[in-house]
């Protein structure tokens, strides 16, 4: 519907079904904009959360579970000494979303695994590892399933590995996984 302007000219007539239509549309995209913003941020707060949450299990686990059954015994690889700390593990740590453990020394030894065709393998440590396991801290970090290392791990897709610097009831730097 036109109707002709003083000059002569047509203008359009403004169509009241138009405005709300474009006002709705504009309110549509506007919320759907708004709820990919939120989703995408309370994704990423949520992956924040489970990576300080798995740090945290893995620092109680190893200092609190782990460490006070670390003997001479089981870095030397006895079997029963590696039998009592597996049941350990497998009673109390390896627990809902937490799939392995291991037990490493400085040069890179693997004392004990969960996986236990890894016990006795020998693999590089990686600097953040190496600093872990001599200052006792913690390094953590998306796992490279590509590693030899992981290799029994990649069934279970993306995975968090946490690393903490740990020691023997006699003193000697462990890293537990």
């Given at each position: 519907m036109t109707r002709p302007s003083r000059s002569g000219t047509r203008d359009t007539a403004v169509s009241v079904r138009n405005l709300m239509l474009r006002f709705t549309a504009a309110g549509v995209v506007a919320t759907l904009l708004l709820a990919a913003a939120i989703a995408f941020l309370a994704r990423q707060a949520g992956t924040r959360e489970a990576i300080t949450r798995a740090r945290e299990i893995t620092w109680v686990s190893a200092t609190g579970i782990a460490e006070p059954l670390l003997t001479d015994a089981l870095v030397r690889g006895q079997p029963a000494?590696?039998?009592?700390?597996?049941?350990?593990?497998?009673?109390?740590?390896l627990q809902g979303s937490l799939v392995r453990v291991k037990l490493w020394t400085p040069d890179g030894r693997v004392v004990y695994a969960s996986e236990s065709r890894l016990i006795g393998s020998v693999f590089v440590l990686d600097a953040e590892e190496r600093s872990a396991l001599a200052e006792g801290t913690m390094a953590s970090g998306v796992s490279d399933l590509r590693k030899p290392e992981n290799r029994f791990e990649r069934s279970f897709g993306k995975l968090l590995e946490v690393y903490v610097g740990v020691r023997s009831v006699s003193g000697e730097p462990l890293l537990f996984e």
């Open positions: 000494a590696v039998a009592a700390f597996h049941e350990a593990m497998d009673r109390v740590v």
